[in-house]
C-alpha cells in the first residue's frame, strides 16, 4: 500500500512539476513576444514598465541559461 501511495504521489508530483515549466516558459516566451514588439517599434520600455517586469525578465533568463547549459 505504502509503494503505491508513493508512486502516485511522485506521478503527481511529476505532473504539476510539468505543468508549473510549462505555464512559466508559456509566460517567458509572452514575455519576449513582447519584448521584440517593442524593439521592432524602435522603443525601450518605460522605466515603470521594466520595473514590473524586472522580477519576470530575471525568472526567464535565468531558466534559459539552465537549459542552454543542460542541452
Do not use: C, T
Amino acid at each position: 500500500m505504502w509503494s503505491l501511495d508513493k508512486e502516485n504521489y511522485e506521478v503527481e508530483e511529476k505532473r504539476l512539476k510539468e505543468r508549473i515549466n510549462r505555464i512559466n516558459h508559456d509566460n517567458a516566451q509572452f514575455l519576449l513576444k513582447q519584448m521584440a514588439d517593442k524593439h521592432k517599434k524602435g522603443a525601450k520600455m518605460s522605466r515603470a514598465e521594466y520595473a514590473i517586469n524586472k522580477p519576470l525578465l530575471r525568472e526567464a533568463n535565468g531558466k534559459f541559461k539552465e537549459q542552454s547549459s543542460q542541452g
